[in-house]
């Protein structure tokens, strides 16, 4: 939830600076972090909760994209995009793990 408030407040100022595009794809690309992981955690089996994960795993990469767009029209500074990218390779490694436990079962 952390990395996701911590996006969300990037598009907040993006919408701010009449950015409304980047801030809507930001914005929706962070919101599926934390929604595919709670949808997940409600599925009956493992097997569908590893697809969900999959999909918040795809939209860590896709978070990881926008940033690096915004970062190249300078709307982002250097030691934000360098610290989100960390935290979201963080968070791709342990759903990656996560999902490996989960087919091991």
């Known amino acids: 939830m952390n990395i996701v408030s911590?996006?969300?407040e990037i598009a907040d100022e993006l919408e701010n600076r009449k950015l409304f595009r980047f801030a809507e794809q930001l914005r929706g690309?962070?919101?599926s972090i934390s929604n595919n992981i709670a949808e997940g955690s409600g599925?009956?089996?493992d097997k569908e909760f590893s697809y969900f994960l999959n999909i918040t795993r795809r939209s860590t990469f896709e978070n990881a994209n926008i940033l690096i767009l915004l970062h190249t029209?300078?709307?982002i500074p250097d030691?934000?995009?360098n610290e989100l990218l960390r935290e979201l390779d963080y968070l791709c490694?342990?759903?990656t793990?996560?999902?490996k436990?989960?087919?091991y079962k």
Request: hydrophobic fraction near 45%.
């Open 93 to 95: 490694r342990k759903i």
């Open 29 to 31: 690309a962070a919101m």
């Open 97 to 99: 793990n996560l999902q």
């Open 43 to 45: 599925s009956n089996s």
């Open 6 to 8: 911590q996006l969300l």
């Open 79 to 81: 030691t934000i995009l």
């Open 101 to 103: 436990t989960l087919n």
């Open 73 to 75: 029209r300078k709307l």
